[in-house]
């Protein structure tokens, strides 16, 4: 049975959608007064109830005082949380500077990555804030030896990819990040 429809907001207020399942919350992450209150208009009944954000690609756009500040929040607003976060890193080699500029260029600026260029610094950054425990990994890693070992190279067999080597390259300028509160764990 697919879950019902309770209320969707595309304005005003702030962006909702809240099922009879989930309840997903959209909102400026640097204003987390309005955050907060977005979080409040919805049914969600409880800061305690079990908890699942997640953080895709955004991070790194925000300055790194503003990530703290929002990593802090999420983890006291919801004790009871798992954060997900997947973001860019890698911007002193050749293919992170074309990254990092072109994106500038876009005045869509990697504000914070500089602060948080690998696994271990986004890592540290969660364990600064607050969350009991937390892991990075490359998303190179992830590919290469959790999802797909073994599969890569029989899928590398069957079908090469046009751009092989660029995917291994962007698979090396991202990583998968998360964290656990205590009472999550």
């Not at 954060?83 to 072109?102: A, E, R």
């Not at 990994?137 to 990819?161: A, C, D, N, T, W």
Request: proline content about 4%; glycine content about 6%.
């Amino acid at each position: 049975k697919p879950p019902e429809l309770i209320r969707l907001d595309l304005g005003g207020e702030g962006t909702s959608l809240e099922t009879s399942d989930l309840i997903l919350v959209g909102g400026d992450l640097r204003e987390l007064r309005e955050l907060d209150e977005a979080v409040e208009r919805t049914r969600f009944c409880s800061s305690h109830a079990p908890t699942l954000v997640l953080a895709e690609c955004v991070l790194q756009y925000l300055e790194e005082e503003e990530v703290r500040r929002l990593l802090l929040w999420v983890r006291q607003r919801f004790p009871n949380a798992v954060l997900v976060s997947y973001d860019q890193t890698g911007p002193c080699d050749l293919f992170g500077q074309v990254m990092t500029s072109s994106l500038k260029r876009k005045e869509q600026a990697l504000k914070a990555i500089s602060s948080s260029p690998d696994a271990a610094a986004l890592q540290r950054r969660l364990l600064e804030t607050g969350w009991e425990e937390s892991n990075s990994i490359p998303l190179s890693y992830l590919y290469e030896q959790v999802l797909m070992r073994g599969r890569v190279e029989e899928g590398e067999r069957r079908e090469k990819f046009d751009e092989e080597e660029e995917w291994k390259e962007k698979c090396k300028h991202y990583c998968l990040s998360w964290a656990i509160t205590s009472s999550a764990s």
